[in-house]
């Protein structure tokens, strides 16, 4: 018997010892390319459906990378160094929007909003710094930027056509779910959150245009859908940032390349109009969307009451669950369950009051400056993500951020991350500039 349970017993132990290799090797594979890690995290996010049962497998993925990351900094003993633009602008903020969240109580949807404003973007600023500190890491945020873009575009193609049997996740088609349901909306069940991140998408890809990473077959199909993406999305202020954003493009970069690239976008959103009244539905045509009058006297009548009620508290403002009350109250033309202002310096400005706008002006400001081109110092190798070139597109990038928040409030957590994700590449590669001794640097601020 002692034999047989010694037997037995080291069967066992042998058993475990060869399983716990197996179980760190997937872990290991993370922490030596944590950026893989990171684009399959902002998947999650992209994916994530708002009636799926297991409704923070995003923020899973989060807690998963954030764990990963520490844990590489301490197996390898990484410096690490906390400061600098966005930091601490970013900090402030997200202090006074936690503050006002304790004060509305344990509310599901309250914490929500908040992860999704401010603890996120601020938690993958930080990471993206960590993360991103190679041409391989790069690379990898690059082809997952171009597969988001073609996988939106194509989607968002689909509707416009009316091939919704093509459409995945079927969620987005579910008009119980957000809003714009006789739009493009994406997996963001929202038109201009999708047209803004097609924008912003489409800026990152031309750039792999310009450094030619995209090219021939795929360049073609990438940029003839681009176009029917944005005109899909059926709205005024995505239609305006975008165009906004091509002319500016075609008029100041010293590309060549992309100056005739930004000819061939313009010509096909030409033809995207032309190929759209052929063959959308006539009772829902261009035209019409153009000439509706009904959301803009909405919004100037919930701009007023928000004016009036900012008046009222200048300074602190009224809070998230006061705020939406007495907003609702003030609105009596329109009859809707909940009122929005659709506007994302406006609801700053009345549920933080100048405190809070003042916060968010620091941010953007840190935003442009983070990004700010230096004489005499070479960020990155020519051709590569992030070299000089993009840094000219990057007040760009915060530009088309910026325009589309003055009709939608940003509590989309993709958008946000995605913009604050490259602000932490770009403050990561200002630290390596003022240090050049150091063969790797990881910080995480500039």
Known sequence: MAADGS????????????????????????IV???????????????????????????????????????????????????????????????LAFSGGLAQGNEAETWSLFAAKWLVPYALFHLAALVFDDAASLRHFEIFTLIALAYLSLIAAFFLFDLKSLIFPRFILDEGLGIHADRARGPFLQAVAN??????????????????RLRAVPALLLFTALPLAILATKTRAVWLSFAGSIAVLLFSSPS??????????????????????????P?????????????????????????????????????????????????????????????????????????GLALYAWIVIDLFR???????????????????????????????????????????Q????????????LAAQNRRSEYPQADRQYVFAS
Request: with cysteine.
């Open 7 to 30: 037997v037995a017993r080291v069967s066992g132990a042998g058993a475990f010892a060869g399983a716990v290799p197996a179980l760190l090797r997937p872990l290991h594979a993370m």
């Open 33 to 95: 390319a944590p950026s893989l890690l990171f684009v399959v995290t902002f998947g999650l996010m992209l994916f994530h459906s708002p009636d799926f049962h297991f409704y923070s497998i995003d923020r899973v993925g989060l807690g998963l990378l954030i764990f990963v990351v520490i844990l590489r900094v301490s197996v390898l003993r990484l410096p690490v160094q906390f400061g600098g633009p966005v930091t601490w602008s970013m900090l402030a903020m997200l202090l």
């Open 195 to 212: 047209g803004v991140t097609l924008n912003l998408l489409g800026l990152i890809a031309l750039d792999s245009f310009r450094r030619g």
């Open 256 to 281: 060549r390349r992309l100056r005739r690239l930004c000819v061939c976008l313009g010509g096909a959103g030409v033809l995207a109009l032309v190929l759209f009244g052929l063959f959308a539905d």
């Open 283 to 355: 009772n829902t045509t261009m035209g019409d969307r153009l000439e509706e009058r009904s959301p803009v006297t909405f919004r100037l009548a919930v701009y007023e009451a928000g004016w009036q009620m900012f008046l009222q508290k200048p300074v602190t403002g009224w809070g998230a669950t006061a705020m939406q009350s007495e907003l609702s109250s003030r609105i009596s033309e329109f009859h809707q369950e909940q009122f929005f202002f659709h506007n994302t310096y406006l609801e700053i400005l009345v549920q933080y009051g100048l405190i």
């Open 370 to 412: 983070i990004g700010r081109r230096r004489d005499g110092i070479e960020f990155s190798p020519p051709g590569t993500l992030l070299d000089e070139p993009f840094r000219k597109l990057w007040p760009m990038l915060v530009g088309v951020y910026l325009v589309n928040g003055s009709l939608v409030v940003m509590n989309y």
């Open 414 to 425: 993709f958008v946000n991350g995605f913009l604050f994700t490259l602000a932490g590449m």
